[in-house]
């Protein structure tokens, strides 16, 4: 689930230069429950004849590497607790998508590159079943900075996606040369999931290019791009 105030869905999104209709799934409206899952299957159908992009964000908490390295009991069952959480999400991702699913639905799923999750065999399952393939990037590629240090962030991002263009736009998207880096720790920690504003424009551009070519597709204008390719983005960021 995302908050009210993540960058990724913003309001800012909903305008001419991406065409984009956004739909967050906030924490309260919580993605475990049925009645989240229900909210977004209805805002899905409501929009369906248009090209759709599922994003999903899910916490990774559970998967950093550093809890093979902290472990202790308190820290054990804290890790049980987002263990949970992200099997309840999964699962109703998974469901999500399935009803979801069609010529001109596409997904992308964002976590850190070293991710436990990325791992797991229903993970890979899945990626392997929607034909989606990871595509790195730097966040300090795109503006990321730390609040303290005011030194770019190279949190090492990963989307994984069977949206060409998506896939596209962020290759290469490394490092330029920063001399210095801050850690990704305390709070740049919470900062960064709100991701920055470059990225989250190059990727519903990205996203928005796509849904223009499968909605000319489908509807056999190959002259003159729709004016009304939206794109619905069902986001889960945290």
């Known amino acids: 689930c995302c908050s009210a105030e993540s960058t990724i869905g913003s309001e800012r999104f909903n305008n001419m ?25 209805n805002k ?26 902290n472990a202790n009991y308190e820290r054990t069952e804290k890790i049980k607790d987002h263990t949970i959480l992200f099997d309840k999400l999964w699962t109703n991702f998974c ?20 991710c436990y999750y990325w791992k797991l065999p229903k993970v890979k399952s899945f990626l392997e079943y929607y034909n989606m393939s990871n595509v790195n990037f730097d966040g300090c590629f795109f503006g990321l900075l ?8 190279k949190k090492p991002w990963s989307f994984a996606t069977n949206n060409p263009e998506v896939l596209k736009e962020f290759q290469g998207c490394k490092c330029p040369g920063h001399s210095k880096h ?20 190059r990727l519903h551009q990205a996203i928005s290019r796509s849904a223009n070519s499968m909605y000319r597709t489908r509807l056999r204008y190959h ?3 729709s004016t009304h390719a939206d794109v619905t983005v069902v986001t889960t960021v945290p």
């Not at 159908?45 to 550093?66: D, E, N, Q, Y």
């Not at 999500?96 to 639905?105: G, K, M």
């Not at 609040?147 to 770019?152: M, Q, V």
């Open 17 to 41: 230069s991406t065409n984009c209709v956004t739909t967050r799934i906030t924490e309260e409206i919580d993605a475990t429950s049925d009645e989240g899952l229900q909210y977004a299957k």
């Open 44 to 69: 899905y159908s409501k929009l369906k004849v248009l090209p759709t992009t599922i994003f999903a964000s899910m916490p990774c908490t559970g998967g950093t590497p550093w809890n093979s390295v």
């Open 95 to 114: 469901k999500l998508v399935e009803h979801c699913n069609s010529s001109t639905t596409t997904i992308v799923i964002e976590w850190p590159r070293n």
């Open 146 to 153: 730390s609040r303290s240090t005011l030194l770019p962030i």
């Open 182 to 201: 801050s850690p990704c720790e305390g709070a740049d920690t919470k900062l960064t999931a709100n991701y920055t504003i470059q990225m989250c424009v």
């Open 223 to 225: 002259t003159h791009p």
